[in-house]
């Protein structure tokens, strides 16, 4: 059974940095992409950020380019996202998702 479990989120000032991850479990992780996508109220479901079953390849969207960092263990079967110089505009469910599935989501909310 795969199981993506997000954990992380919080409350935090604009500015500041949340680290999320994302532990995975029933499938062969290192073989794998995963990404983390994002939800704010009203709004689509969007792409924040992937990363190739090996690490060597990451993409972002522009909204959150030089400022969010996704990275993987496949020691661990976790991957991660860095978020830092947050905005209130990054308010949103975040979710670890592969082709197999999405994870259940940890809200990030902006605000000072």
């Known amino acids: 059974q795969v199981q993506l479990v997000e954990s992380g989120g919080g409350l935090v000032q604009p500015g500041g940095s949340l680290r999320l991850s994302c532990a995975a479990s029933?499938?062969?992780?290192?073989?794998?992409?995963m990404s983390w996508a994002r939800q704010a109220p009203g709004k689509d479901l969007e792409l924040v950020a992937s990363?190739?079953?090996?690490?060597?390849?990451?993409n972002y969207a522009d909204s959150v380019k030089g400022r969010f960092t996704i990275s993987r263990d496949n020691a661990r079967n976790t991957v991660y996202l860095q978020m830092n110089s947050l905005k209130p505009e990054d308010t949103a469910v975040y979710y670890c998702?592969?082709?197999?599935?999405r994870g259940q989501g940890t809200q990030v909310t902006v605000s000072s």
């Open positions: 029933g499938f062969t992780f290192r073989t794998y992409a």
């Open positions: 998702q592969n082709t197999l599935g």
């Open positions: 990363i190739s079953n090996l690490g060597a390849i990451r």
